[in-house]
């Protein structure tokens, strides 16, 4: 019995060896691997930021900002569902990516208001007709502008503060005429 036992131990620490020897190409294949997409997303993402902050001027540097990070995210993503299968793991990376598609759906129409928001928000930055100082109405509310965000405006009505949704302000607004810079 003890025979069998010591038999055991050693037939049980020959396979774990043989399956750490197998699985060593693969680990340091993902090794690898993970250090040329580490290098390949810094330098994209730099890439990314040095075009956005060329199209962006300095006080719009929060687009840039989300740019990147999106950038960012959607590699590092793929970068982990490739080193899964790069590991062995390729059922397990289709899976997580199939799942995530159904995840972005459903969290997308969840914020899909503040998606709005923030893609007229950057259309508000970018408009030459809309910024701060102006006067303008836009639905029931006609003030001075005092801030764009991506999400927010903020306009200054009768000294009071009044912050209105980036998509109503971009669905229809007017320029109040002898106002601006």
Do not use: C, H
Not at 151 to 176: C, M, Y
Request: proline content about 2%; cysteine-free.
């Amino acid at each position: 019995m003890a025979a069998d036992g010591a038999s055991l131990i050693r037939e049980t620490g020959t396979e774990f060896v043989d399956g750490v020897v197998d699985a060593l190409p693969e680990v340091l294949s993902g090794l690898i691997f993970l250090v040329l997409a580490y290098v390949v997303v810094r330098v994209v993402q730099r890439l990314v930021r040095a075009a956005l902050e060329r199209a962006y001027p300095g006080d719009q540097q929060l687009i840039a900002d989300f740019g990147v990070l999106v950038v960012g995210l959607f590699m590092w993503f793929g970068a982990a569902l490739t080193l899964l299968d790069i590991v062995g793991l390729g059922d397990i990376a289709a899976s997580l990516g199939t799942a995530a598609g159904f995840i972005a759906l459903g969290v997308s129409y969840a914020l899909s208001n503040m998606i709005a928001d923030t893609v007229a928000g950057i259309y508000l930055l970018r408009d030459p007709d809309f910024n701060p100082g102006d006067t303008v109405t836009a639905g029931s509310v006609t003030g001075t502008v005092t801030s764009i965000g991506l999400r927010k405006s903020r306009f200054e009505v009768e000294g009071d503060t009044v912050v209105v949704a980036n998509r109503d302000v971009e669905s229809k607004w007017t320029l109040r005429t002898g106002s601006g810079e």
